[in-house]
């Protein structure tokens, strides 16, 4: 079974800096998607963003970008210019390219408190 | 992405009452997922829904204490059964799109 470890609880970084949440995850796929989910205190749960494991190009959405290290089984996730709208929880997960059988759900990692400090 | 409502939104109950949430979803997708996330913890999966068949559950859930329905390929429900304390959290039902998944803004559930 696939696990995800996120091995800080929790983070903060002043406003304007840049900050590095990290996640590992535990596999003997070789296809699969990882994913950033933000969770801020109003619950609801944000796609941050994507990766293919089959894509060796690290995946970038505006001020956030992944270091996707297959090997290691690596995938930190860094945000830049932090704000402070980025305090939240954010959850790493994982989900196999498999089809049927449960492959569709997402494993989660226990997630990291990101607080952005002014 | 999918745009997803949940009702009820929050709501507190007796130990021993059940209580029905709905998930409806924007658009037409073939599988729901329904999450339970208690207080200061991640999200663990309770089931999968697809629409025309029996929900898949976790271990650990059982269908008698979270029966499922999924009448068509934009609704579904969760039903909390005989609560205890021990069932108060946040139910999230999310719907997956080209392998992303997409959340409801989740129930806020209090047993007392």
């Known amino acids: 079974a696939q696990t995800v470890t996120q091995s800080q609880p929790e983070m903060s970084v002043q406003e304007a800096e840049t900050v590095t949440l990290s996640c590992t995850y535990d596999?003997?796929?070789?296809?699969?998607?990882l994913f950033w989910y933000k969770q801020p205190p109003s619950r609801q749960m944000i796609l941050v963003i994507r990766?293919?494991?089959?894509?060796?190009q690290n995946a970038t959405e505006n001020r956030f970008s992944v270091n996707f290290q297959k090997a290691a089984k690596s995938f930190s996730l860094k945000i830049s210019d932090s704000q402070l709208g980025d305090a939240a929880m954010y959850f790493c997960?994982?989900?196999?390219?498999?089809?049927?059988?449960?492959?569709?759900?997402?494993?989660f990692g226990k997630g990291t408190k990101l607080t952005v400090n002014p | 992405s999918a745009v997803i409502s949940q009702k009820p939104s929050r709501d507190i109950c007796q130990r021993g009452t059940s209580l029905t949430i709905q998930c409806q979803v924007d658009?037409?997708?073939?599988?729901m997922f329904w999450y339970r996330q208690q207080p200061g913890q991640s999200l663990t999966l309770i089931a999968t829904?697809?629409?025309?068949?029996?929900?898949?559950?976790e271990s650990g859930f059982v269908i008698d204490k979270f029966p499922i329905s999924r009448p068509n390929l934009t609704f579904s429900t969760l039903t909390v059964s005989n609560m205890s304390p021990e069932d108060s959290s946040i139910y999230l039902c999310?719907?997956?799109?080209?392998?992303?998944?997409?959340f409801g803004p989740g129930t806020r559930l209090t047993v007392t």
């Open positions: 999310s719907v997956e799109q080209y392998y992303e998944q997409y």
């Open positions: 596999t003997s796929e070789s296809d699969y998607y």
């Open positions: 990766q293919e494991a089959y894509k060796q």
């Open positions: 997960a994982y989900r196999s390219a498999r089809g049927g059988g449960g492959s569709e759900k997402l494993v």
């Open positions: 658009s037409q997708v073939t599988m």
């Open positions: 829904a697809n629409q025309g068949s029996e929900a898949t559950y």
